[in-house]
């Protein structure tokens, strides 16, 4: 596995969870709960830390946060 990694952010989709929580009316706990109801590993923390940049994201979290926000891939990967 290659990580990119500027120094700044470990993830690229950070802000763009951030704002689609929000969008959804979603606190972060409230976010990773639904996750875990639908067979995810997310706690609150973990939405923090990704949101933050402070943590890297593997392949299966950006699949699950996709299919929750009912977006592709693609999108929740663009800048």
Same mark, same amino acid.
């Given at each position: 596995?290659?990580?990119?990694?500027?120094?700044? $952010?470990?993830?690229? *989709?950070?802000?763009?969870?951030?704002?689609? !929580?929000?969008?959804?009316?979603?606190?972060?706990? @409230? /976010?990773?709960?639904?996750?875990?109801?639908?067979?995810?590993?997310? $706690?609150?923390?973990? *939405?923090?830390?990704?949101?933050?940049?402070? !943590?890297?994201?593997?392949?299966?979290?950006?699949? @699950? /946060?996709?299919?929750?926000?009912?977006?592709?891939?693609?999108?929740?990967?663009?800048?």
């Amino acid at each position: 596995m290659k990580i990119y990694w500027t120094g700044e $952010s470990k993830n690229i *989709i950070g802000d763009k969870v951030r704002a689609l !929580r929000k969008q959804h009316g979603l606190t972060q706990r @409230a /976010l990773a709960e639904k996750l875990q109801l639908n067979g995810y590993e997310f $706690s609150d923390l973990t *939405i923090l830390r990704i949101e933050q940049g402070a !943590r890297f994201v593997p392949d299966y979290e950006i699949i @699950a /946060l996709s299919e929750f926000f009912g977006i592709s891939t693609d999108a929740l990967l663009k800048e």
